[in-house]
């Protein structure tokens, strides 16, 4: 072998340059004197298994599968209390509390700020606003719906969002206006998390303020707006269209006097179910040559 071949071969082994012959990548940053060791396998005993009272812990997330279950999940979640300080209260007693505050209140004012101090009801910890009340408070019609949505949540404000929009329209169709002719209400006062219906729990525990705003507004008529708001305060569970559209004597024994309730579709309802809309204005038309009489 010639003394020129010698040292290039030589000068490729120094350098780490035999890719040209094994035709492998080689990295020219990696520290030449550095030998890597074997990796050390030790053999780890299995230690036996200790039994205690402590339950384990659970690392893993149960999949959601629906909207409302994954928001109910998250709120209570976010509601949870340490057991030293949480305290216990049945449902009668929250309702209790609920209709003593409401008895104490002499005026729209003062029921207003009743509700909007009451802790007994958790959708208030996960809603925005109190949603109270809108419209003439002179009025002789009380409109009375299910519950606030995202809109009405965040404004503090019932049916301003589409729907309210319709149910405006409805009025106006036969000359009237929220700002002066009718006064506006809901059986809940603050947003169900992800629009859902309200549980029967919520519908209790706001149920003594709901009967003092009517009492307290003493109007001619109560137009109930929805399936939820005719259950809640008439205790009727018929399908609405059995009961949509005819007046009813509501006489409870608060009242010192009957008052007429109305029920209509909801204008969510009507916004999905157009063919409704005929049935919506005879309605509408019925309240009207109602209220003529008074």
Known sequence: MSKDITEALRFYLDNNLDEVVAENSQNYFAEKDK????????KIEAKKP???NTPPIQNFVRPQFSTSEALSTLAKKSLQIPAADQKFQSLNEIVTKAKKAADAAQN???????VENFEGCNLKKMA?????????SNSKIMVIGEAPGNHEDL??????????KVLDD?????????????YITNVIFWRPPGNRRPTDEELAICRPFVERHIQLLNPEVLVLVGATSMAAVLGIHDPIGQVRGKFMDYAPKFLSRPIKS???FHPSYLMRQSSKKKVAWLDMLALEEFLKTK
């Open 35 to 42: 030998i890597k060791k074997p990796i050390e396998v030790k």
């Open 50 to 52: 200790v039994f205690t």
């Open 108 to 114: 729209l004012a003062e029921l207003r700020k009743a």
């Open 128 to 136: 925005t606003n109190t949603v109270f009340s809108d419209g003439s």
């Open 155 to 164: 404004q503090g404000i019932p049916f301003c969002g589409d729907s309210g």
């Open 170 to 182: 409805m009025f106006r169709a036969i000359n009237m206006t929220r700002k002066e002719n009718f």
């Open 262 to 264: 109305f029920t209509i």
